[in-house]
């Protein structure tokens, strides 16, 4: 039996409906259901639908493009006390920074270079953690005769690299600190974006194989039936015009 399409109005068999985007097409199913024309559409995808994942099992990586970036210029706001707006280009995101950055909460936060007399701030350490780089700091020093030299600080640029794993784990503990209301959000769209994918399933339990020597197959392999497993390959295969088969060792590929 098949479903039909709340969008393209088209009848689309049950393992195709029934896989793909379950919460869009829940969704779309839900905006055209104004007479209930589509309650068993709702119903069928409503039994498929992945389990939510709750906030605190999903791994809220520092960087990631999916999150919004009001999270992140929140967390900058919060941490250093600056405005910064974040644009994602290419999934990496890019800060733009006001004119005004030295506070004093931003300083607190930063690196300080006593060697070359000047300080890493704490909203550049997060936008490096964010982007996932270190930060090295150095400074070229031209001489008289043409030449030029790097001088690199480096206890400060370790202490750039520890500060950056300490605003990545920092990152966990703020979302942690925020609301239950804030975290639901946060998990629903997760949820929306990536635990939304179903597989499809095909039953074959339907086909015959009047050319197959079970006979045979029963006196060599002991095999009295075709596998259930079998069958719906055999039905996958047929339905896409192909595939692959990669049960495990035993399960009778071959």
Known sequence: ??????????????????????REKLRQAEENNENGEFDR?????????????????IDFTLGSSWIAPKLYEDFVKERTGVDVRFTAVGGTWFMKEPYSTNYEKNRAMGVTSEMLGRTIMGHTLIEAAIQNRSITVSTTKKHYDGTTETITDKEA?????????????????????QSPEFQKRLADMYNRKFNCFVRPTYDGSHQSFPGLDLKALEKKYGI???????????????????????????????
Request: net charge negative; aromatic share 8%.
């Open 1 to 22: 039996y098949g479903f039909e399409n709340p969008v393209s109005r088209q009848i689309e068999a049950s393992y195709q409906y029934l896989s793909g985007n379950i």
């Open 41 to 57: 559409n709702i119903k069928a995808l409503q039994e498929v639908m992945p389990m939510e994942i709750p906030a605190h099992l």
């Open 157 to 177: 640029t370790q202490a750039c690299a520890a500060k950056i794993d300490e605003i990545r784990n920092g990152f966990t503990d703020w979302l942690n600190e």
């Open 224 to 254: 009295k039936e075709v596998y259930q497993s079998q069958k719906d390959c055999v039905w996958m295969l047929k339905q896409n015009g192909g595939g692959i088969c990669d049960h495990e060792v035993g399960t009778g590929k071959t």
